[in-house]
């Protein structure tokens, strides 16, 4: 069944020697120490650290880290998964110093590290969630203290990058302060972070209240809190704000914590909540304003969850632009009109709402998955500038700190 495979490529016969080939049965199970395997019908059992796992037996073979089967260097499997023989199981196990020892009928053996197993496995990330986060109302945000980054040193001072990721990825929002107070330096502090994501806003982009745009931003009327691009299959992960300039009244931004509603949504009222991971919702964006034609649609539930251990990664909730709901018979339709309004109840409970008026300077990153914002309305000139970022960028380059995200 492996008749492809290249017999000299196979783990060294030092492992090899350790398993004895068992023709006619299989070893039912192997004990030691903190560890015991479990030959059962469909997988294998293994109990390691107080965890229980169940392995299917196709996954051992096709995550054999042999380098025969992956590169190591590229971190790319080899192994081509579609010629595993789907009722393949091992003919020889041993458990020995910390790993699993599975010899195949084809002779090859594959060496597990039993943490790796047990981090690995899907009982293991059942356990653990992706992403630890803080979720925060304005009085927990603000007993937090949590500092903003100095221009300065968020230029040139690696350690001072990773403690302003660190707090991005906890709280949905970081700032940076003493920034100059121009688009330039705007996108200097954001390259530092990650790459700019361009939209049919552009790639920087510097707005006011003239119309330019056939969108509400683009006035001086309040915003009420909402996520953007909601009309993006993939929203964007990341909202760069800075304001350059304003001589007027009004104008605060507005931030509030779309998880930590979400959260008490899912305590209040779970089938509320699980009626808005399912329900796709469309948001549309149609422009035509000068030379601006665009028709973006993205659909989407408002609030989705790891299908795993069901932890909330994104929320859209943009009632601005919310499309048509025509995909769903009337009886969900209105129940999914309560689960919303349940849901916004949350969201505008004052004490979830944080009120900050952005100064030139300061330049705030929002978790756009996550936090929302609106704005108050002002009189005046006021100038904002920023952009947007793909949250894959930005999730990559925490980890390369070794955060986890
Ligand atoms: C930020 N900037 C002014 C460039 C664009 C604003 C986009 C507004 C849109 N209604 C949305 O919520 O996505
Ligand atoms: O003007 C503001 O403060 C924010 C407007 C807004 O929601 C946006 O540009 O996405
Ligand atoms: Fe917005």
């Known amino acids: ?39 059962l019908d469909h997988c294998l059992e293994l109990h390691y650290n107080g965890t229980s796992m169940h392995l299917n037996y196709v996954w051992l073979r096709d995550h054999c880290r042999s380098d025969f089967s992956f590169n190591a260097k590229t971190n ?3 192994l081509d998964s579609a010629s595993i023989d ?6 020889g196990t041993e458990l020995e110093d910390g790993h699993l020892l599975l010899r195949w009928p084809d002779d090859h053996v594959t060496r597990y590290n039993l943490s790796w197993l047990s981090e690995n496995s899907y009982e293991g990330k059942r356990k653990s969630t992706v992403q630890p986060r803080m979720l925060w109302n304005s009085e927990t945000y ?10 300065d040193k968020f230029m040139s001072c690696d350690s001072v990058l990773k403690q302003f990721l660190q707090n991005y990825l906890l709280y949905g929002i970081a700032f940076v302060q003493d920034v100059p107070a ?26 006011t209240s003239d119309f330019s745009r056939g969108d509400t931003a683009y006035s001086q009327l309040a915003l009420d809190r909402h996520t953007d ?6 929203p964007c992960g990341i909202q760069v704000f800075h304001c350059l300039k304003h001589e007027g009244t009004g104008g605060r931004t507005l931030l509030v914590d779309g998880f930590y509603a979400a959260e008490k949504l ?56 919310r499309s048509v709901i025509n995909t769903i018979p009337h009886n969900v339709v209105q129940s999914w009109y309560v689960a919303h ?3 916004t109840r949350e969201l505008r409970n004052p004490e979830n709402e944080l009120w900050v008026k952005l100064s030139p300077g300061t330049v705030v990153f929002i978790d756009n998955w996550r936090v929302m914002h609106g704005r108050e309305s002002f009189t005046g000139l006021r100038q904002l500038c920023g952009c947007y970022l793909t949250r894959d960028d930005v999730l990559s380059k925490a980890r390369g700190f070794g955060l986890q995200a």
């Open 266 to 321: 899912r305590e209040q009222s779970p089938d509320s909540f699980e009626l808005l991971t399912q329900i796709p919702i469309k948001h549309e964006y149609v422009e035509n304003t000068g030379d601006h034609r665009n028709h973006m649609r993205g659909i989407g539930p408002l609030l989705e969850v790891y299908p795993w251990n069901k932890e909330l990664y994104i929320i859209r909730y943009n009632n601005y632009d």
């Open 229 to 234: 691009t909601s009309y993006f299959h993939e």
């Open 86 to 91: 789907l009722g393949i199981r091992p003919v």
């Open 1 to 39: 069944m492996y008749s492809s495979f290249n017999r000299s490529l196979r783990a060294a016969p030092k492992h090899a020697q350790l398993l004895k080939r068992v023709k006619t049965h299989v070893p039912r199970a192997y004990k030691n120490q903190s560890a015991a395997v479990n030959l």
């Open 182 to 207: 121009t688009v330039e330096a705007t996108e200097a502090v954001t390259n530092r972070v990650s790459l700019i994501r361009e939209t049919t806003y552009g790639r920087m982009w510097c707005f």
């Open 76 to 78: 790319q499997r080899n």
């Open 142 to 151: 603000s007993k937090a203290n949590v500092l903003p980054a100095k221009w």
């Open 341 to 343: 309004r349940e849901l």
